[in-house]
T-cell receptor
Framework: GQQVMQIPQYQHVQEGEDFTTYCNSSTTLSNIQWYKQRPGGHPVFLIQLVKSGEVKKQKRLTFQFGEAKKNSSLHITATQTTDVGTYFC???????????FGQGTTLQVKP | KAGVTQTPRYLIKTRGQQVTLSCSPISGHRSVSWYQQTPGQGLQFLFEYFSETQRNKGNFPGRFSGRQFSNSRSEMNVSTLELGDSALYLCASSMGGSGANVLTFGAGSRLTVL
């Protein structure tokens, strides 16, 4: 079945450094969603990408969807301690609530 | 508007027991999905209910079951609990209409099986 691989699993950065997590699939994805889960919390939706080569920005966060729609990335510029958490990519098909999640990248930020 | 509400938030059971978890979706959302989250396996899809019908099912044994009521509230049940069932069970609701659905998660029910 469809699998979504996410790397790295963990990332420790100094506050102010940049951070990137990557999401890859062996099959073409119809869409990609990104969620953030704070420690002790639940996943919260960040953004959805559906078009080939799409780039979206949210303040210091930049999301990209690959041209072949098989990969995606989330880049955070100048990390802050509030960015701490686990970032998940997820992909679904059709109009259902079934999403396949990547394993997540846990970001730690040292002040 | 109110978010997704899950009850109970924490529970402890022993092996062999059964458990029922409840989820109230966002008003107007017709789809409810359930996910199991463990440190080793990440977020695993259990099943999805839409208009009281199971629309999708993940790769979990038959001990895991669910249902949805006419008001879109959903319950999931795990029978004959095993130690490996210890996890955070997350419910998520979505509109359920056309297009990829954005999920709104509840705070989860943390189950510990002893």
């Amino acid at each position: 079945g469809q699998q979504v691989m996410q790397i790295p699993q963990y990332q420790h950065v100094q506050e102010g450094e940049d951070f990137t997590t990557y999401c890859n699939s062996s099959t073409t994805l119809s869409n990609i969603q990104w969620y953030k889960q704070r420690p002790g919390g639940h996943p919260v939706f960040l953004i959805q990408l559906v078009k080939s080569g799409e780039v979206k920005k949210q303040k210091r966060l930049t999301f990209q969807f690959g041209e072949a729609k098989k990969n995606s990335s989330l880049h955070i510029t100048a990390t802050q301690t509030t960015d701490v958490g686990t970032y998940f990519c997820a992909s679904g098909s059709g109009n259902t609530g079934k999403l396949i999640f990547g394993q997540g990248t846990t970001l730690q930020v040292k002040p | 508007k109110a978010g997704v509400t899950q009850t109970p938030r924490y529970l402890i059971k022993t092996r062999g027991q059964q458990v029922t978890l409840s989820c109230s979706p966002i008003s107007g959302h017709r789809s409810v999905s359930w996910y199991q989250q463990t440190p080793g396996q990440g977020l695993q899809f259990l099943f999805e209910y839409f208009s009281e019908t199971q629309r999708n099912k993940g790769n979990f044994p038959g001990r895991f079951s669910g249902r949805q009521f006419s008001n879109s509230r959903s319950e999931m049940n795990v029978s004959t609990l095993e130690l490996g069932d210890s996890a955070l069970y997350l419910c998520a609701s979505s509109m359920g209409g056309s297009g990829a659905n954005v999920l709104t998660f509840g705070a989860g029910s943390r189950l510990t099986v002893l």
